[in-house]
């Protein structure tokens, strides 16, 4: 069974806790307290919990997002699902909890600050949370101002400052080759060394395989695997601009 499936388990909220494990719990169709806005504690045991919070934050807090440019429409869910290879048998789970997040009052902000406090120690996690979004806010062709500036307050509310910012952004937004040192969070200045050093610290941050080790869901790995392309796309250019082996 692909992560799809699982995510509405009957045990899954009840082993994650917090603002994720209640809407689980309303998904699944019990009853959850929707009181609880606040989450203390590393992440849950097991791999198997942390990818389904992993892929529940992706679609709640997708849903969050499509509020950002000011239209909701099922094209959205359309697209998340292509985007992620929602298997056919697991859309309707899928959109089912897409809907909840999308009419659930609570704002994103207490699902951001649960996911901080599990993955405190996992940044490169967070950042492929990051990831995730910037992928569904791009799946409709656009990228719209308000869903930029939601995806900074998540961002912030994640521990990334402006710098980290302006480098995830650029693996979306900016190709490559037209400007390899956005997409490593470099000035054109640094040196050489500088230059490989970012290269090499991203790319084992990064890595598909060390973040499957630390609870990515095997559904997103194609994700992984493309912005680690650009990394290395990026350093490549800069190696080659500067005659570097």
């Not at 809407?23 to 097991?46: C, K, Q, W, Y």
């Not at 509310?157 to 302006?166: I, K, M, V």
């Not at 350093?235 to 500067?242: M, Y």
């Amino acid at each position: 069974m692909s992560i799809w499936g699982k995510i509405l388990g009957g045990t899954a909220g009840l082993a994650i806790g917090g603002p994720i494990g209640a809407i689980l719990g309303v998904a699944a169709g019990h009853v959850a307290d929707r009181t609880i806005e606040t989450f203390s504690g590393r992440a849950p045991n097991g791999r198997m919990a942390r990818q389904i919070a992993f892929t529940t934050a992706v679609i709640v807090l997708g849903a969050k997002m499509a509020k950002a440019d000011g239209v909701v429409t099922r094209d959205e869910v359309a697209a998340f699902k292509e985007v992620f290879h929602v298997p056919p048998g697991d859309a309707k789970n899928v959109g089912r909890l897409f809907d909840i997040a999308k009419k659930d009052a609570a704002g994103y902000e207490p699902y951001a600050r649960q996911l901080k406090d599990m993955f405190m120690d996992q940044p490169a996690m967070l950042e492929a949370l990051l990831d995730a979004l910037f992928h569904i806010a791009k799946a409709d062709g656009t990228y719209h101002p308000g869903e930029r500036m939601w995806l900074k307050k998540v961002s912030d509310l994640f521990g990334f400052d402006s710098d980290d910012f302006r480098r995830i952004e650029a693996k979306h937004t900016v190709r490559p080759q037209d400007d390899p040192y956005a997409v490593l969070g470099i000035e054109p200045t640094a040196t050489d060394e500088e230059a490989r050093s970012a290269w090499r610290a991203q790319v084992r941050e990064h890595h598909p395989d060390k973040l499957i080790a630390e609870g990515l869901p095997q559904e997103f790995v194609d994700t992984a695997t493309r912005h680690l392309a650009n990394i290395n796309a990026a350093w490549d250019a800069i190696a080659k601009e500067r005659g570097l082996t």
